[in-house]
């Protein structure tokens, strides 16, 4: 809650704010990507419509705008 980390059992615990921000930093794209691929049923449909080459580019588009480590 707001800059106090609380283990299981309430207690209040000390940690790294620089290390947790710099974690979450570097791993924001995953984050990102997940929240714009298409879902698994319209990737399917591009598959099947137009075929693996237009499902790679739909992917990789998504990679390209969030590039990992970035």
Same mark, same amino acid.
């Not at 309430?10 to 990102?32: P, R, S």
């Not at 990737?43 to 137009?50: L, V």
């Given at each position: 809650?707001?800059?106090?980390?609380?283990? &299981?059992?309430?207690?209040?615990? +000390?940690?790294?704010?620089?290390?947790?921000?710099?974690?979450?930093?570097?791993?924001?794209?995953? &984050? +990102?990507?997940?929240?714009?691929?298409?879902?698994? &049923?319209? +990737?399917?449909?591009?598959?099947?419509?137009?075929?693996?080459?237009?499902?790679?580019? +739909?992917?990789?588009?998504?990679?390209?705008?969030?590039?990992?480590?970035?």
């Amino acid at each position: 809650r707001d800059d106090i980390a609380y283990d &299981a059992s309430g207690n209040e615990v +000390q940690y790294d704010k620089a290390a947790v921000e710099a974690y979450v930093a570097a791993n924001a794209y995953k &984050a +990102q990507r997940a929240a714009e691929y298409p879902s698994y &049923a319209d +990737q399917f449909d591009t598959i099947f419509h137009e075929g693996l080459d237009a499902w790679k580019a +739909q992917i990789q588009a998504v990679k390209n705008k969030y590039p990992k480590g970035a």
